[in-house]
C-alpha cells in the first residue's frame, strides 16, 4: 500500500456542528501532516506529528484539533467552524520528519455553512 | 525569511514547444527543493527533487545556487503536461523540521 488515504471526500457542516477528518497510510511512515488548501493557492502547514507527537503547530486556532492515535492513523477534529474555514484539507506523510518526499492523499473538501 | 517565488500564474504553450517554469527561493541555509504537480482533480503528486538529479516525464530542474534558482523544463511540451505546477522547498538534514514551503503555483496550459 502506497497512498494516504482520506476520509470522507467531501463534508458539509454547520457552524454548530463537530465533525472530523481521518487521515491513514500503512506505509510504515511515522511523519504526518494536515494542510490547508483554498483554492488556486498553494498548500499551506497547519500541523506536524513526528512519532506520534504533535512538533509543528503553525498557529491554527483551536478550533481545529488533531490527535495522531497510531503511527498509522491521523485525525482532525473540526468544532464551530467558520465559513472562511472552507477548504482543502490535505493529509501528508513522510518516512521520517527530516526526511523528503511527501506522499499526499487526495484531501476532503470541507464546506462550513 | 523563507520563501519560494514562482513569478507566472499561468503559462500557456503550443504542444512542442519549450517549457519553463520559473522558481526563485531565499532560504538561509542548505535546502531542499521540490516540483510537485496537481492534475485536474488528481492528488498532488512529487515530480522532482533536486538531491535525485533525475528526469520525470521528460522535466528536468536544476538548482542554481548562484541566482538562488530551480527552474522546471521540457523541450517539448505535451497536452497531458497540463497541470498546475507547485515549486517547494524544505531544510535539509538536521534542519528539516518536515514543514514544506510552496510557491502560488503555475498553471501549465498546453493548446494543440
Known amino acids: 500500500d502506497t497512498e494516504v488515504t482520506q476520509t470522507p471526500k467531501h463534508l458539509v457542516m454547520g457552524m454548530t456542528n463537530k465533525k472530523s477528518l481521518k487521515c491513514e497510510q500503512h506505509m510504515g511512515h511515522r511523519a504526518m501532516y494536515w494542510y490547508k488548501q483554498k483554492a488556486k493557492k498553494p498548500p499551506e502547514l497547519m500541523f506536524v506529528?513526528?512519532?506520534?507527537?504533535?512538533?509543528i503547530n503553525e498557529s491554527v486556532p483551536s478550533r481545529f484539533s488533531p490527535e495522531c492515535p497510531n503511527s498509522s492513523l491521523l485525525n482532525l477534529h473540526l468544532h464551530a467552524l467558520q465559513p472562511e474555514d472552507s477548504a482543502l484539507y490535505l493529509c501528508?506523510?513522510?518516512?521520517?520528519?527530516?526526511?523528503?518526499?511527501?506522499?499526499f492523499g487526495s484531501g476532503t473538501r470541507l464546506t462550513v455553512v | 525569511a523563507q520563501r519560494v517565488t514562482q513569478p507566472e500564474k499561468l503559462l500557456s504553450v503550443f504542444k512542442g514547444a519549450p517549457v519553463e517554469l520559473k522558481c526563485n527561493y531565499s532560504y538561509s541555509g542548505s535546502p531542499e527543493l521540490f516540483w510537485y504537480v496537481q492534475y485536474s482533480r488528481q492528488r498532488l503528486q512529487l515530480l522532482l527533487r533536486h538531491i535525485s538529479r533525475e528526469s520525470i516525464k521528460g522535466f528536468t530542474a536544476d538548482l542554481n545556487k548562484g541566482e538562488t534558482s530551480f527552474h522546471l523544463k521540457k523541450p517539448f511540451a505535451q497536452e497531458e503536461d497540463s497541470a498546475m505546477y507547485y515549486c517547494?522547498?524544505?531544510?535539509?538534514?538536521?534542519?528539516?523540521?518536515?514543514?514544506?514551503?510552496f510557491g502560488q503555483g503555475t498553471t501549465l496550459q498546453v493548446k494543440p
Open positions: 517547494a522547498l524544505s531544510g535539509r538534514g538536521s534542519s528539516n523540521t518536515g514543514k514544506l514551503i
Open positions: 506529528y513526528s512519532y506520534e507527537k504533535l512538533s
Open positions: 501528508a506523510s513522510t518516512r521520517a520528519p527530516n526526511e523528503d518526499g511527501y506522499t
